[in-house]
């Protein structure tokens, strides 16, 4: 599996390409560039999953691995494609993915405020004053097609655990979707849980397929 635990040559993948099977691997053991950029995310995942406690590092793992499967989905995509007409950029999808890993930081508290991120997105939890914090989360199901995307936010009651209703844009009324926000270790998870009024099955806030639920990772601490 590229992009694994093991450490990596300069220059080389971070896998046997002998052993390539994927059609993301062999794109990449055919490019240095792309070998490189996977050399890269490997590096910075190693070096992340050692600063980060038990409980990260296993969400990190998860969040690894649907990293690897929209790479294999990106792949895909390309594989029948001209290089000049291939809508997503591999290179680039792998680049971003190691500047990511390389920015997440290990928390200095068990606080909730700072910006929290994943291969799907990202939250944003600030001190407004007056004992409450403004919630903002932007995330989608698939960061390759942009399906299932969820735009979340409001203020809330500073808590351990934070407590946001999902609520009609017109007239405020509650959906029957709630989110909750609380640390697991160095990890941040968001929890979606109730059920939709008038038969909908995902919350006004989100797209078809949309979720909110996911663990993140501290990207800023403000």
């Given at each position: 599996?590229?992009?694994?635990?093991?450490?990596?040559?300069?220059?080389?993948?971070?896998?046997?390409?002998?052993?390539?099977?994927?059609?993301?691997?062999?794109?990449?053991?055919?490019?240095?560039?792309?070998?490189?950029?996977?050399?890269?995310?490997?590096?910075?995942?190693?070096?992340?999953?050692?600063?980060?406690?038990?409980?990260?590092?296993?969400?990190?793992?998860?969040?690894?691995?649907?990293?690897?499967?929209?790479?294999?989905?990106?792949?895909?995509?390309?594989?029948?494609?001209?290089?000049?007409?291939?809508?997503?950029?591999?290179?680039?999808?792998?680049?971003?993915?190691?500047?990511f890993l390389s920015g997440i930081r290990k928390p200095p508290d068990a606080g909730l405020i700072g910006t929290w991120s994943s291969v799907r997105g990202s939250v944003d939890i600030k001190a407004v004053g007056g004992g409450k914090v403004e919630i903002s989360e932007d995330v989608v199901s698939n960061?390759?097609?942009?399906?299932?995307?969820?735009?979340?936010?409001?203020?809330?009651?500073?808590?351990?655990?934070?407590?946001?209703?999902?609520?009609?844009?017109?007239?405020?009324?509650?959906?029957?979707?709630?989110?909750?926000?609380?640390?697991?270790?160095?990890?941040?998870?968001?929890?979606?849980?109730?059920?939709?009024?008038?038969?909908?099955?995902?919350?006004?806030?989100?797209?078809?397929?949309?979720?909110?639920?996911?663990?993140?990772?501290?990207?800023?601490?403000?």
């Amino acid at each position: 599996m590229a992009a694994s635990d093991h450490a990596v040559a300069q220059g080389k993948p971070s896998f046997d390409c002998a052993k390539a099977a994927s059609v993301a691997e062999k794109a990449i053991c055919a490019d240095p560039v792309l070998a490189q950029a996977d050399a890269d995310v490997a590096k910075n995942y190693t070096a992340l999953l050692k600063r980060l406690d038990a409980h990260a590092g296993k969400a990190l793992r998860d969040d690894q691995s649907d990293f690897i499967a929209y790479r294999d989905q990106i792949a895909g995509f390309n594989e029948s494609s001209p290089k000049n007409q291939q809508t997503f950029d591999l290179g680039e999808f792998l680049r971003d993915r190691a500047t990511f890993l390389s920015g997440i930081r290990k928390p200095p508290d068990a606080g909730l405020i700072g910006t929290w991120s994943s291969v799907r997105g990202s939250v944003d939890i600030k001190a407004v004053g007056g004992g409450k914090v403004e919630i903002s989360e932007d995330v989608v199901s698939n960061p390759v097609s942009g399906s299932g995307s969820c735009e979340i936010d409001g203020p809330v009651e500073e808590r351990n655990t934070l407590r946001l209703v999902d609520r009609a844009v017109d007239n405020d009324n509650p959906t029957g979707f709630v989110f909750t926000f609380r640390r697991d270790g160095d990890a941040l998870v968001v929890e979606q849980s109730g059920a939709g009024k008038d038969g909908r099955s995902e919350p006004l806030s989100c797209g078809a397929n949309g979720h909110a639920d996911g663990t993140f990772f501290l990207s800023e601490k403000q």
